[in-house]
């Protein structure tokens, strides 16, 4: 029997790959002049570094992730974000002395053990960025800005963006407070894991995905409503200021994210058609020093690669077009082919794309090869063209001929 992917992964063939290029380049410009620096991380880390860092009671830590005792008996985890890694490589290479904010982006490999339906995968990709350094509410206004124009350049319309505040430790204590009474009335009939969240993360309960857990969570206290003078005036002046650059945003006083460090301002970036979110990301003041280094503030966020392409393929997939060779060179025989050699290795140093033959077939094949590629052009190096030193380059849209000596520079100017 043949063996086939794993479930929850997916193959990129080249049909896809040359979109996600595009898709790649495009937003690795577009983070460039935002002076952002890409950073690569390991895609393995010590558990240990996701289990402070993303949170004990958070369902990623809990449930989803890909963790194993290596050879040496230590407990690794196949990162399931990039934020975790990258505070840490960010401590590890003392790059908190670098003029700060220090603003890096990834685009990585992300693993989580989920439940694999549509847009949920096991295997995915991510597109994120950390702006590490800044408390002020500019740095959340600006990653916010960010992924407002990462739909904005691929063209991606109807994308809703709901913001909300889930406050400090500070005002979080007094709130969770308030939550766990109200929790409390009717605890016993909570899931599971909501029982166990209580004490050490109410908050945690809010976010569960069960319906009877749901249906008890309506009309639970919300963290925005409690927030501190601080908080607040953070969270008023990231609303004014996304208000004045013409951000069309919601609140959402429901958005209490997935992970653990995240403080103030949090935010997701909604596909209204497919109801996922595409984009989601928030400040995380604590997470810098929870990690052992001094406390830094950081704002930040990630986009799903493959919720985006799926977006991407619907507004300009048809613009996003395959490089066709410019040229194709037919030869039969082993002197003519070797001249052909030539030519394309030559027309490679100009940076053109040059297609031959590889398989010894005969002149005919190769001319149905040529046309199935769709070679803009084509020429013929037989026992003729060689000896009269001359070689007909034909224009494969217009079938135009013209004759030119079997010379580099000659079939350069002519094709490129
Ligand atoms: P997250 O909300 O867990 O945040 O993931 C961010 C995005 O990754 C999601 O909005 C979604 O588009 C995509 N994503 C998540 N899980 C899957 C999955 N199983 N299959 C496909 N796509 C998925 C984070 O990971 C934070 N580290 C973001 C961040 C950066 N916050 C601050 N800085």
Request: with cysteine; hydrophobic share 35%.
């Amino acid at each position: 029997m043949m063996i086939q992917k794993p479930k929850g992964t997916r193959d990129l063939l080249p049909e896809d790959t040359y979109k996600l290029q595009y898709v790649e380049k495009k937003i690795s410009n577009m983070l460039e002049n935002y002076g952002f620096k890409e950073i690569r991380v390991p895609v393995f880390e010590y558990t240990e570094l996701f289990n402070r860092g993303v949170g004990e009671t958070t369902d990623v830590v809990q449930k989803e992730m890909y963790t194993f005792d290596d050879k040496g008996g230590r407990s690794i985890t196949l990162r399931p974000e990039g934020t975790a890694g990258t505070v840490r490589a960010y401590l590890e290479n003392g790059m908190a002395s670098l003029p700060s904010p220090v603003k890096l982006w990834y685009n990585m490999a992300m693993y989580r053990y989920e439940n694999v339906q549509k847009g949920r995968l096991r295997e995915f990709h991510q597109i994120g960025l950390e702006l590490i350094g800044s408390s002020s509410y500019l740095a959340d206004v600006e990653t916010i800005l960010i992924g407002k124009r990462i739909f904005e350049t691929l063209g991606i319309k109807n994308i809703k963006v709901n913001i909300n505040s889930i406050g400090c430790p500070k005002c979080r204590g007094e709130y969770q407070k308030v939550l766990k009474e109200f929790i409390g009335k009717n605890l016993d009939n909570y899931c599971d894991d909501c029982k166990n969240r209580f004490e050490k993360n109410p908050m945690r309960i809010l976010d569960c995905k069960q319906e009877k857990c749901k249906k008890y969570n309506v009309g639970a206290p919300m963290m925005i409503d409690y927030l501190c003078d601080e908080c607040k005036t953070h969270f008023e002046n990231v609303k004014s200021a996304l208000k004045a650059q013409n951000v069309n945003f919601e609140i959402d006083s429901g958005i209490v994210r997935g992970l653990d460090y995240y403080t103030k301002t949090v935010f997701e970036f909604i596909d209204e058609k497919s109801g996922l979110t595409v984009l989601g990301g928030g400040r995380y003041d604590g997470l810098v020093e929870e990690l052992g280094g001094p406390s830094t503030p950081a704002v930040g966020f990630a986009s799903g690669v493959e919720r985006l392409m799926e977006m991407v393929e619907a507004s300009i997939g048809d613009e996003i077009k395959e490089r066709k060779p410019d040229l194709y060179i037919l030869s039969c025989g082993e002197k003519e082919t070797m001249k052909a050699v030539e030519i394309a290795e030559g027309l490679r140093d100009k940076d053109l794309y040059v297609e031959r033959d590889l398989i010894e077939r005969s002149f005919k094949a190769q001319m149905k090869y040529a046309d199935k590629i769709e070679a803009k052009n084509l020429i013929v190096i037989g026992e003729d063209e060689l000896s009269k030193n001359t070689v007909k380059i034909k224009n494969m849209s217009t079938g135009e001929e013209q004759e030119v000596k079997l010379d580099l520079t000659e079939i350069y100017s002519k094709i490129k």
